[in-house]
């Protein structure tokens, strides 16, 4: 049974850092690339970064890049997402994907909230 779990989410003020988690299993980690999404109340769920299987190449949303950086340690089965300088608009439940051409999984989700 795949399962994603996402952790690290919390309320934080406007600038502070917040460090999320995904961690897997079930599933060949390193076989999949990986990616953080976010959803709030009203709105689609929104890309944020990818990482691939290797964990050489990543990728960002305009809104985030320069204030987020994706990992993953493949030893570790968990994938990362450093998030600083957090803006008020960052608020959302998070979650982490797991791809394998059409074959996806998602996480249960985890809230970061960001003050002003």
């Known amino acids: 049974q795949v399962q994603l779990v996402e952790s690290g989410g919390g309320l934080v003020q406007a600038g502070g850092s917040l460090r999320l988690s995904c961690a897997a299993s079930?599933?060949?980690?390193?076989?999949?690339?990986m990616g953080w999404f976010r959803q709030d109340p009203g709105n689609v769920r929104e890309y944020i970064a990818r990482i691939s299987r290797s964990g050489e190449v990543t990728n960002y949303a305009g809104s985030v890049e320069g204030r987020f950086t994706v990992s993953r340690d493949n030893a570790k089965n968990t994938m990362y997402l450093q998030m600083n300088n957090l803006k008020p608009e960052d608020t959302a439940v998070y979650y982490c994907?797991?791809?394998?051409?059409?074959?996806?999984?998602w996480g249960q989700g985890t809230q970061v909230t960001v003050s002003s």
């Open positions: 079930g599933l060949a980690f390193s076989s999949y690339a």
């Open positions: 994907n797991a791809q394998r051409g059409l074959l996806g999984y």
